[in-house]
């Protein structure tokens, strides 16, 4: 009797050391590729608020080096007729007279319409140099992030594509 439930622990401890190694080729234990696999690259939120910070900083960037068509590469195509006929207008963000010595994003936030990123940007024209809070708002068009709208601070309706920074 004794032979009997030594051989039935002896098969039970084997069976049991074999678990794992038959999980593993399963993927239950799942080594680094199974992980990576499971895992999403980035998190909904973490993806928006990131694809949002780039969209509006290379439109902050184009406005600097007033580089119109990088600005408007940036835009939802909805925004590209307004922004043709604003951009390098009297009171557009790429006016010729405007230099923007200080554009900076301050603050990501999830809005009812999409990442809301608020910047401040200062606008030179000679000696005359004002900073005003604005308000981009960045959303998903199809595969793609685009900036949708933007709008002073503290309005609740989007501006033009470009801004009328007091002059």
């Not at 007279?97 to 301050?106: G, K, L, Y």
Request: hydrophobic letters at 40%; one cysteine or more.
């Amino acid at each position: 009797m004794r032979d009997v439930t030594h051989r039935r622990l002896t098969g039970t401890v084997a069976a049991l050391v074999a678990l794992p190694l038959a999980l593993t080729g399963c993927g239950a234990f799942g080594g680094a590729e199974d992980e990576s696999a499971a895992k999403p690259e980035r998190a909904p939120a973490e993806e928006a608020a990131t694809k949002s910070r780039e969209r509006v900083q290379a439109y902050l960037d184009a406005m600097t080096a007033k580089d119109a068509a990088a600005g408007r590469s940036q835009l939802c195509a909805a925004l590209h007729e307004s922004f043709d006929a604003a951009a390098t207008g009297p009171n557009g963000d790429f006016a010729d007279h405007f230099e923007v010595p200080q554009a900076a994003i301050t603050d990501i936030q999830s809005g009812p319409r999409g990442q809301e990123v608020s910047v401040s940007v200062s606008v030179a024209v000679g000696s005359r140099k004002v900073t005003r809070p604005l308000v981009f708002t960045v959303t998903r068009d199809g595969a793609d992030w685009c900036i949708s709208a933007e709008a002073a601070a503290g309005t609740t309706a989007p501006a033009s594509p470009t801004p009328k920074p007091a002059a």
